[in-house]
């Protein structure tokens, strides 16, 4: 198991599909040997989840995901260092809301939940 692991498990509750158009990390790994990226398509309704690691010694993960949609951009972006604070940032296009857990410790499994306002 890696120190440090973020874990999104994104829900989409409006009526539009997310298109994913960037993903990256700027540190660490995808999980599951570069498998659990973010799904290129995220249904009305639907679910995603993936997740990214650190990888090597005192090291942390931090990447992003943006997604278009009729009604503009959605991006999710974290940050789990291997020193400091932690941080999740979700912006929708206006009309839309988000909400999310807890994202304290080493081992964040975070819930992201996209609804219309």
Sequence with gaps: M????????????????????DFQLAHGVWSAN???VPAEIVKPAGRDDFASESDGFATGTQGSV?????????MIS?????????SLLVQTPPGFEK??????????????????D
């Design 99 to 116: 909400d999310f857990g807890d994202i304290s410790g080493t081992q964040v499994n975070a819930r992201v939940l996209l609804f219309d």
């Design 66 to 74: 943006t997604y278009n949609s009729d009604a503009g951009v959605f």
């Design 34 to 36: 570069g498998n659990d």
């Design 78 to 86: 974290w940050d789990i260092p291997f020193i400091g604070t932690n």
């Design 2 to 21: 890696a120190e440090q692991t973020f874990h999104i498990q994104l829900r989409n509750f409006t009526d539009l599909e997310l298109r994913r158009t």
